[in-house]
């Protein structure tokens, strides 16, 4: 079992040195026992590329098995433990998007200190085009992001929806000239004709904005893009750019900012979210946990259907 947990390591961070320090073993003894590994399998595992070890093919066969057989053994060796959140240790990183550090970090840091005071939660920026990824090279342990198809070894579960409402800044120029009062839906030719920023972590400037206006035949011009809710709303209220934003955040932070809220002028479709995880965390008694935390916490968020 300790040879199959350095290659369990080795696969992780490829790297004897990471392996070491993950699994308590110096740098010598991982050495010696992907030696002894390569002896016993008759092929080998790694190639040096520089300071990194690439896994060759016949390795990355092995990942996902062994990753599963030693968390099913170690579901078998604690499960007559309870879990008991009051003395949890356990570490998570959570990816996603400043979004949640408004609507659920607050709130997630207020509950763990009163049930799991020992526990620690790092939220950290998704990566942009790359969110399973993450996931699945052990950097996030979970990620909040929007509900698709998932691949098999994904597990999800809806969090809550979202609608997209329009914010400008008060006294629009374009805006007051068109005689259009906060509250009120933003004709369409306005809201073509004014400039857009765009909330974007990968940096394209191509949203679902985009493509609720091309099932109507028009378009607009989007002149910035950032990777940040925050950043948005703060170049909203000192710019002539209007934004598209989940209606939760702007209806939060509109009075704060002297913004203006207006509903779209083309049907644009509910954002559904969804807390995703590798399959093999699934059972594991503290995330399934905390999987259960953050829905209960993000539960009042869900739009209500009109």
Partial sequence: MNLLRVLDALLQTCSTTA????????????????????????????VRQGRRLVPTGHALTLRDPLRDLLENTESLLSGAAPFDPATAEDVFRISGSDFYAEFLMPQLADHLSRAAPFMQVHLVDLVPDRYLDTIDRYDVDMAMIPGTTFPPWIDHRPLHRSRFVVMDRLGHPKLKTAHVRPGEAIPLDVYCDVHHILFSPEGKSHGIGD????????????????????????????????????????????????LS???????????SLALVWHRRATRTPAHRWLRDQIAMLLAPLDTPAV
């Fill in 19 to 46: 392996a070491g320090r993950q699994i308590g073993l110096s740098q010598p003894a991982v050495s010696a026992a992907l030696g002894r590994l390569r002896h016993a399998l008759g092929a080998p595992l790694f």
């Fill in 261 to 271: 809220i207006h509903a779209p002028p083309m049907e644009v479709p509910e954002a």
């Fill in 211 to 258: 493509e609720a206006l091309a099932r109507v035949g028009r378009e607009r011009r989007v002149v910035m893009t950032l990777p940040v809710f925050s950043g948005v709303c703060r170049a909203v209220a000192q710019s002539d750019l209007i934004a598209l934003i989940p209606e939760q955040l702007a209806r939060r932070v509109a009075p704060v900012l002297g």
